[in-house]
């Protein structure tokens, strides 16, 4: 089997390298942004037919949830147009695809977790370009799995346990939103999901949701960064109104499970336990 990972130098990348570097009998050639630029229709298409691959992992997206509001049409040529170049190439070299979507493509107004087949509504320019992606996949690659996934971080890369310690460590006093409910995701236990579905003996494509177990607020997920490092720091919480950003987030976007868990027996552990493993990976680095 030949996989092809995109974006691979991003928080999820690296840690789908960690997994299948565990496995040296699977053959998985790792693209970043400047050896493969997923914009250029020309590099995809040299790149898929060049070299037969069985499985391409997209990574590569637009992440800069609030600088999408004013970048518009980038975040749509990544998130959206290149996704098409991927999957009209994919097509023609019978190469199946996994694609990585988010909860931002839901409108944050249920009581009880997002079900694959849930309307989504995008409220933000990120959002709206994901949705875009998954559909431009699904008409090129109606096989292709895609995965919706939540509040991602891990030891790599820009994100909020990695905000969270370095603003901690340096003693500032915190405002965090309490009203925005969804489950932080540690990226290697996406990854882990990834290597499952990848050498699971049947492909089953579809929309599936992938987060840890558990819900939190982004409050509840600051005091549980400071608790397991044990850095004293005052959090207080504030309402969405109070803090106010660019893009509008969903107040809720738990993602419910069941689908991806049944297909793949997985076994997800709980969001706190994972984060108290990627922090002590974080602390044994330094
Ligand atoms: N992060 C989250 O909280 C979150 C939440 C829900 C869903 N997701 C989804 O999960 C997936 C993985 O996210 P992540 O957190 O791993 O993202 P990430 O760390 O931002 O990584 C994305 C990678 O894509 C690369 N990239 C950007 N433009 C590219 C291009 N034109 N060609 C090739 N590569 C390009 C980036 O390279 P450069 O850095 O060099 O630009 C970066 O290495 C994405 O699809 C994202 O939408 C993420």
């Keep these: 089997m030949k996989i092809l990972v995109t974006g691979a130098k991003g928080q999820l990348g690296l840690n789908i390298k960690r997994i299948f570097d565990l496995h040296p009998d699977i053959d998985v050639t790792y693209t970043d942004a400047d050896s493969l630029d997923i914009t250029s229709p020309d590099a995809v298409r040299k790149y898929l037919k060049d070299t037969h691959f069985d499985i391409l992992i997209n990574c590569a997206a637009y992440t800069a ?4 509001e004013s970048e518009a049409l980038l975040a749509s040529k990544i998130n959206t147009e290149a996704v098409g170049y991927l999957a009209s190439t994919a097509r023609e070299t019978g190469t199946r695809i996994i694609h990585i979507s988010t909860d931002y493509v839901f409108p944050g107004d249920h009581c009880r977790p997002y079900n694959e087949h849930d309307e989504p509504n995008p409220h933000s320019i990120y959002g709206r370009t994901k949705l875009e992606g998954e559909a431009v996949l699904k008409s090129f690659c109606p ?3 895609i995965i ?9 890369g820009s994100n909020f346990v990695r905000t969270m310690l370095d603003k901690g460590s340096q003693g500032i006093d915190l405002k965090v939103v309490c009203d925005q409910i969804g489950t932080p995701t540690y990226a290697r236990d996406l990854a882990k999901a990834i290597f499952e579905i990848t050498t699971a003996d049947e492909w089953r494509g579809g929309i599936y949701h992938f987060t840890n177990e558990g819900v939190a607020s982004w409050y509840d997920f600051a005091k549980a960064i400071f608790r397991i490092a044990r850095l004293k720091v005052n959090v207080t919480p ?3 109104t109070e803090y106010k950003t660019p893009a509008k987030r969903p107040l809720f976007s738990v993602l419910n499970k069941t689908k991806i868990k049944k297909a793949y027996r997985l076994q997800i552990p709980y969001w706190e336990e994972s984060l108290r493993e990627c922090i002590s ?3 044994n680095r330094i």
């Design 281 to 283: 990976n974080i602390s």
């Design 238 to 240: 504030c309402a969405s």
């Design 65 to 68: 949830v609030d600088k999408a």
């Design 143 to 145: 096989d292709a799995i």
């Design 148 to 156: 919706r996934t939540a509040w991602l971080y891990s030891e790599d």
